[in-house]
């Protein structure tokens, strides 16, 4: 997970396309929008962090780097 590229998808697309980029990485599909990432795993978590994030600011009216922060303590915590 690299933060850059998170930040790069939440600044540059809508739900919508992170949503159907998300759709096509599982589908195996080609991918509208450029999402960063080594392998598809990679861009996937981009992607789903990024909707989440997105989801949060929306909602909740939260900043980036407070649903940023939200995203990785929620990520600390399924993986410990």
Do not use: C
């Amino acid at each position: 997970m690299k933060i850059p590229a998170i930040k790069k998808l939440v600044e540059n697309y809508d739900l919508q396309q992170l949503m159907a980029a998300e759709e096509a990485i599982v589908e195996e599909q080609p991918i509208a929008i450029e999402v960063e990432g080594d392998d598809e795993g990679e861009q996937l978590t981009h992607v789903l962090a990024a909707v989440w994030i997105l989801n949060e600011m929306n909602d909740n009216g939260t900043d980036f780097k407070t649903a940023l922060r939200m995203y990785t303590q929620k990520v600390r915590v399924s993986i410990s």
